[in-house]
């Protein structure tokens, strides 16, 4: 009953050198987002997918390429990470993307970009 | 754009001490507003989500309760415990957009 597993769960790189994060469901669910959390702040969203094969920019995707793999797979990418992009990134799901019901998250993945 | 305000930030309190948590959001033309629990390097776990033509709603000890016209909502915690210590979030959607909004949580302690 694993729900949303993330990877890695820690990760520290170097400015200018890239990664993907990586998100999995096993709910069948058809929508997943991608947020990252900074202290003192809510929650943002970067991106998110409607359903296997769409995506679409959130509130700051600026910096960020996502790829839709399969209905279960989700994944992040920082072509060239700043220190800036220091955070907490969570992944979640939701059956639908108009569904009433709540997302269900991650455990995160906290990355240091020095 | 929705602006999700939780205040305090921090919250102490003794065992057994029954707790309010408030959040107010700036767009009462909302779809849904939910609670999560968040606990130290952990994601968010879904508490309570209260539909837009709900009023209230309750699980065990937890009763959240939604006023848009106000553009506030409150969830109270009854007879705290040690475990009920962590971060709790509020977060809210607006009608015709599929974001999610969030506050900055408030971090509770209680005290055994």
């Known amino acids: 009953n694993a729900g949303v597993t993330q990877t890695p769960k820690f990760q520290v790189l170097k400015t200018g050198q890239s990664m993907t994060l990586q998100c999995a469901q096993d709910?069948?669910?058809?929508?997943m987002y991608w947020y990252r959390q900074d202290p003192g702040m809510g929650l943002r969203l970067i991106y998110y997918?409607?359903?296997?094969?769409?995506?679409d920019k959130g509130e700051v995707p600026n910096g960020y390429n996502v790829s839709r793999l399969n209905k279960r797979e989700f994944s992040l990418r920082l072509e060239s990470a700043a220190p800036s992009q220091t955070s907490v990134y969570f992944c979640?799901?939701?059956?639908?993307?108009?569904?009433?019901?709540?997302?269900?998250f991650g455990d995160g993945t906290r990355l240091s970009i020095l | 754009k929705q602006e999700v305000t939780q205040i305090p930030a921090a919250l102490s309190v003794p065992e057994g001490e029954n707790l309010v948590l408030n959040c107010s959001f700036t767009?009462?033309?909302?779809?849904?507003l939910q609670w999560f629990r968040q606990d130290p390097g952990k994601g968010l776990t879904s508490l309570l989500l209260?539909?837009?033509?709900?009023r209230e709603q309750t699980s065990g000890r937890l009763n959240a309760s939604l006023d848009k016209s106000s553009g506030r909502s409150t969830l109270y915690i009854a007879a705290s415990q040690p475990g009920d210590s962590a971060t709790y979030l509020c977060?809210?959607?607006?009608?015709?957009?599929?974001?999610?909004?969030f506050g900055a949580g408030t971090t509770v302690t209680v005290r055994a």
């Open positions: 767009d009462s033309a909302i779809y849904n």
């Open positions: 977060a809210v959607r607006r009608s015709n957009d599929y974001k999610l909004s």
């Open positions: 997918s409607a359903s296997e094969g769409t995506t």
């Open positions: 709910m069948n669910h058809n929508s």
């Open positions: 209260i539909q837009s033509s709900q």
């Open positions: 979640a799901s939701t059956p639908r993307l108009d569904s009433n019901q709540p997302q269900h």
